[in-house]
């Protein structure tokens, strides 16, 4: 299978990188030149436009920011791909903008995964990235072989759009218990009992939390909030705009997770 990957990243590269030494035939596209500079060494092949890369790919991986990257994208890999390609959306996105992509995809013969990952960095360079697929099971299976280049676990959730919204709720949950352990340390300093004593036995019972531990034990969000608070913003919106069309209520999860939001200084 030949791979094109578009997001460089500092997600999105190692997960290109893993694929590349797993040996597929890969095609890069980035729109600086710089960010192409890391995979000198490689074997993989650059691409002067996104319609080039997609004509040399069967499976063209996104890992861009956000819907309107990926909207930008469309057109280009649309006039490269031939019947029987894939397009694998790796971003955080709402659902629909999946959908709307496998709309116009349909129409030529392209299939589109929607593949959001969790993990980061760090796990991409690992191969331990979790990688949740929505789509025609079929679609996903064949795209399967890649995904394990950089995760060690690959769940087809369901049909097109839903490894989004399993993303997005994952993220509305990662952002209510960091405003919960927030709180929760900042209460323990007012009730004289040390942050780091209390994150040291929280951690071995029933209240920990990949988030408590994301904090440490300084009690602050100030750090997360830096690096990811925008983003986790974003994917709260995202999450309330679905439950508004299934006129579902986000009850305490959504609670936490503005309070979370405003202490970082980034409400919804």
Known sequence: MRVGFIGLGSQGGPMARRIIEAGYPTTLWARRPATLEP???????????????????DLVCLCVVGDKDVEELTDGLLAGLA?????????????????KLANRAGAQGVSVVDAPVSGGGPAAVKGRLLVMA????????????????????VVHV???GSGQTTKLLN??????????????????????????????????SSGNSFALNAIGDTGSLDR???LAGALLQKD????????????ARGGAVLAAADAALTLMEHPR
Not at 88 to 93: P, Q
Request: charged share 15%.
């Open 39 to 57: 995979f000198a060494d490689t074997p993989a092949k650059t691409a002067p436009s996104p319609t080039e890369l997609a004509a040399a790919s």
């Open 83 to 99: 019947p029987g390609g894939v397009i694998a959306v790796h971003s955080t996105v709402h659902p629909d903008t999946c959908r």
């Open 134 to 153: 929505g789509g025609d099971a079929d679609v996903v299976e064949g795209c399967r072989p890649v995904f394990e280049t950089y995760a060690d676990a």
């Open 158 to 160: 369901g049909d097109l």
């Open 171 to 204: 993220n509305l949950l990662f952002t209510a218990n960091l405003g919960t352990a927030a709180t929760a340390l900042s209460l323990a300093t007012a009730l004289g009992v040390s942050p780091q004593r209390l994150t040291e036995v929280v951690a071995r």
């Open 224 to 226: 997360l909030a830096g």
């Open 236 to 247: 709260v919106r995202l999450v309330v705009d679905l439950a508004e069309g299934a006129a």
